[in-house]
């Protein structure tokens, strides 16, 4: 059975703090693995990953991914009280589009 | 920005009866999604659509679950009898070959 699994379940940093949220993965078939952010309701997307070593970055996030090992990072640095929310990692298989997630980490960030 | 909209943002129906919840794709996309989320638990797959018919279906789809495209436009998810544990928030996702999926605002379904 496909698995996508994300620590820390929770995390609570001050504004300010860097974060580094894990998702390691065992799936037959990897194709690419996105990061979603959800806040209230939709998961927003944030970075899709297919390929090693190569880190992707968007203002103060940036992630990567490592396919030998089959886990990815997602960094938040100068963390700010809107990057609270559940930060989501998701799998996608060559043979099949839909997306395989994770539970989810919790973030939490304090003024 | 394109966006995926759903309707309605919240339903609440009784046990057994019909719901059908609807969703909008983004215009130039071709593959669509239903996902759901149980509160407090994982976002799960339940049905993805392209082309017109179903290209995949999870467990958690079963017979009382249905899609269909029934114009250019909309998408929507039947569920013909609902039960308690069909309460959870749905989001439909659409996606073009070889980029992310979007997902809608979702749909809270609250069965009593």
């Known amino acids: 059975e496909d698995k996508v699994v994300q620590s820390p379940l929770s995390l609570v940093v001050h504004e300010g703090d860097t974060v580094t949220l894990n998702c390691s993965y065992e799936?037959?078939?990897?194709?690419?693995l996105l990061w979603y952010k959800q806040e209230k309701k939709a998961p927003t997307f944030l970075f899709m990953l297919t390929s090693s070593g190569i880190e992707k970055k968007s203002g103060r996030l940036s992630s990567i991914l490592d396919k030998k090992e089959l886990f990815s990072i997602l960094n938040i640095t100068a963390t700010q009280t809107g990057d609270s929310a559940v930060y989501l990692c998701?799998?996608?298989?060559?043979?099949?589009?839909?997306?395989?997630f994770g539970s989810g980490t919790q973030l939490t960030v304090l003024p | 920005e394109p966006e995926v909209t759903q309707t309605p943002s919240h339903q609440v129906t009784q046990m057994g009866q019909e719901v059908i919840l609807r969703c909008v794709p983004i215009?130039?996309?071709?593959?669509f999604y239903w996902y759901r989320q149980i509160l407090g638990q994982k976002v799960e797959f339940l049905v993805s659509f392209y082309n017109n018919e179903i290209s995949e279906k999870s467990e958690i789809f079963d017979d009382q679950f249905s899609v269909e495209r029934p114009d250019g436009s909309n998408f929507t998810l039947k569920i013909r009898s609902t039960k308690l544990e069909d309460s959870a928030m749905y989001f439909c996702?659409?996606?073009?070959?070889?980029?992310?999926?979007?997902f809608g605002p979702g749909t809270r379904l609250t069965v009593t």
């Open positions: 215009s130039n996309h071709l593959y």
């Open positions: 996702a659409s996606d073009r070959p070889s980029y992310e999926q979007y």
């Open positions: 799936v037959t078939n990897f194709r690419s």
């Open positions: 998701a799998v996608r298989l060559s043979s099949a589009r839909q997306l395989t």
